[in-house]
């Protein structure tokens, strides 16, 4: 064989094996991952996360480290989650409602502040809103909300709930002393109707700020009511004064007489949170209502 024809077959060969190797890298490769394991790794490519994006309520798939019920049933109350797109949410854990606010900066970097929560004895209910305050980062990936800490493990991953609620109130200003009529506003997509438990009203609007955090409470009952598929309106009423006081001789803020019988002081002018209190159905982020002398 000439050196013509041998460098022929060297190059022949050399492409041949650059051939292969090409093939072989390009082969897809499958994994298979028990369904008890989360993982980071997906071939969705994460989505940078916006305020629109992020706008409603969410509700939890898995949580780090809790291996609990997510869903109702077997809870009471579905766990969730609900942003405003304007620095504010608000949640439930399935037994306390909880609200705060958060900051969604460049490239998914994330905050969670948590400023108001009920205080109901319950055990066994998972870790949640409230565990996203250790979030550094959010990514939106598969239509999915994926939350992680510093070391850029998984905290949370959240999906879309099927059942929103949103107050409604006719003016952002109150006088202090008043009430006003507003209603709660529910959209069930769960296809079929719900059918909670509460006490005379199915839902209650307080009002809140840094200083003043009352805690609601309602006689023990146990009504049931219906919340249909589709939308529904429920009324609320918003009082600008305190939710309790004292008699003459107990101690708190004295109660005030009015046309024969005692009334709740008003509250001091300033800003307040009115927020929806209860976890009958996700909790929407509250809404700034002013307090006028």
């Not at 898995?62 to 609990?68: L, S």
């Not at 998984?154 to 009430?179: C, E, F, H, K, W």
């Not at 006003?180 to 909670?196: D, I, K």
Request: glycine residues 10%; charged residues 10%; positive net charge.
């Amino acid at each position: 064989m000439d050196v013509k024809s041998s460098l022929v077959v060297v190059l022949t060969l050399f492409l041949a094996a650059c051939s292969s190797t090409s093939h072989a890298a390009a082969r897809p490769r499958t994994a298979t991952v028990p369904s008890t394991v989360q993982t980071t790794t997906t071939n969705t490519t994460p989505a940078n996360v916006t305020e629109a994006a992020l706008v409603g309520s969410w509700r939890p798939v898995f949580i780090a480290g809790y291996h609990g019920p997510l869903t109702d049933p077997p809870l009471g109350v579905a766990p969730a989650l609900s942003f405003d797109g304007r620095g504010h949410w608000g949640g439930t854990d399935g037994c306390n409602g909880m609200n705060g606010s958060y900051r969604l900066a460049r490239n998914g970097a994330f905050q969670l502040v948590v400023g108001g929560m009920t205080q109901a004895a319950c055990d066994g209910f998972p870790p949640t809103p409230a565990s996203l305050r250790s979030a550094v980062r959010v990514e939106l990936r598969g239509g999915r909300l994926t939350f992680f800490a510093r070391n850029g493990d998984d905290i949370a991953q959240y999906g879309r709930a099927n059942v929103t609620a949103r107050v409604v109130l006719p003016s952002m200003t109150m006088t202090a002393g008043s009430s006003m009529s507003g209603h709660v506003l529910v959209e069930n997509n769960t296809g079929q109707a719900l059918h909670p438990i509460g006490c005379t009203s199915l839902f209650y609007v307080f009002l809140s700020n840094a200083s003043i955090k009352p805690l609601p409470f309602f006689p023990q009952c146990a009504q049931v009511f219906t919340i249909p598929v589709g939308q529904s309106t429920y009324p609320i009423g918003v009082d600008a004064t305190y939710l309790e006081c004292a008699g003459p001789l107990g101690s708190g803020r004295r109660c005030l007489e009015r046309n024969g019988r005692s009334v709740m002081p008003p509250l001091p002018p300033g800003q307040y949170q009115a927020t929806l209190w209860g976890n009958i159905v996700p909790t929407p982020p509250p809404i700034a209502v002013r307090v006028t002398p």
